[in-house]
């Protein structure tokens, strides 16, 4: 198991295109989660995967936004209409809760830019 | 709501120097703390997890340290070498919600050779 994967790496889109972004967690990881990062930003939490279960979602997603996980596999994160907005780094992330630890790995991420 | 903040926001030292990155944090109750590197473009490598309860943590020339009650964490980086260059970021995660992680806009560290 080489870590968290995803793909592609980067996507060039024009607006008002759709995008799909995978991500590959750790296997046996329940947990995982979506964020997002503009440049001289920290990391903004998007939503967030326990299995299959969607269970929180940030204000940050919107309508345009969708997010999957079945199997409780590997998860899809789509945008749809694209702005140049959307323009950002999307990070994963992965965590199994051991004892009292709740460490998320993240993957490398795909940078999405948007003309 | 939680709000991290991370001072400096830039760093420029010698190769060789002993450093400290400073992150505070508004909200006491966290259940941990992540410090992670982030080299340009790259994602989120993780360096160490300090729980609630714990004072600090060591991994190799890494030190971080906790001070919840006042809201504070530090990474000491000691002898920096240029490969430690990169932006350096902390995570809290707090005890309410569903294990997300609040980010600081991270320390931009440059060690020259």
């Known amino acids: 198991d080489t870590g968290v994967s995803q793909n592609p790496r980067h996507k060039i889109t024009k607006r008002g295109q759709n995008v799909t972004f995978r991500c590959d967690p750790i296997?046996?990881?329940?947990?995982l989660y979506w964020y997002r990062q503009t440049l001289g930003q920290g990391p903004e939490f998007l939503t967030y995967?326990?299995?299959?279960?969607?269970?929180?979602k940030s204000r940050l997603l919107s309508d345009r936004f969708s997010a999957e996980r079945p199997k409780g596999s590997f998860s899809t994160l789509e945008i749809q209409r694209t702005e140049q907005g959307d323009s950002a780094m999307y990070l994963c992330?992965?965590?199994?809760?051991?004892?009292?630890?709740?460490?998320?790995?993240f993957g490398p991420g795909t940078r999405l830019t948007v003309t | 709501k939680q709000e991290v903040t991370q001072i400096p926001a830039a760093l420029s030292v010698p190769e060789g120097e002993n450093l400290v990155l400073n992150c505070s944090f508004t909200?006491?109750?966290?259940?941990?703390l992540q410090w992670f590197r982030q080299d340009p473009g790259k994602g989120l490598t993780s360096l160490l997890l300090?729980?609630?309860?714990?004072r600090e943590q060591t991994s190799g020339r890494l030190n971080a340290s906790l001070d919840k009650s006042s809201g504070r964490s530090t990474l000491y980086i000691a002898a920096s070498q240029p490969g430690d260059s990169a932006t350096y970021l902390c995570?809290?995660?707090?005890?309410?919600?569903?294990?997300?992680?609040?980010f600081g806009k991270g320390t931009m560290l440059l060690v020259s050779p």
């Open positions: 296997s046996e990881h329940n947990r």
């Open positions: 909200d006491s109750a966290i259940y941990n």
């Open positions: 992330a992965s965590s199994f809760p051991t004892g009292e630890s709740y460490e998320q790995y």
């Open positions: 995570a809290v995660h707090m005890y309410s919600g569903y294990s997300t992680l609040t």
């Open positions: 995967f326990q299995n299959e279960a969607q269970l929180e």
């Open positions: 300090i729980q609630s309860s714990q």
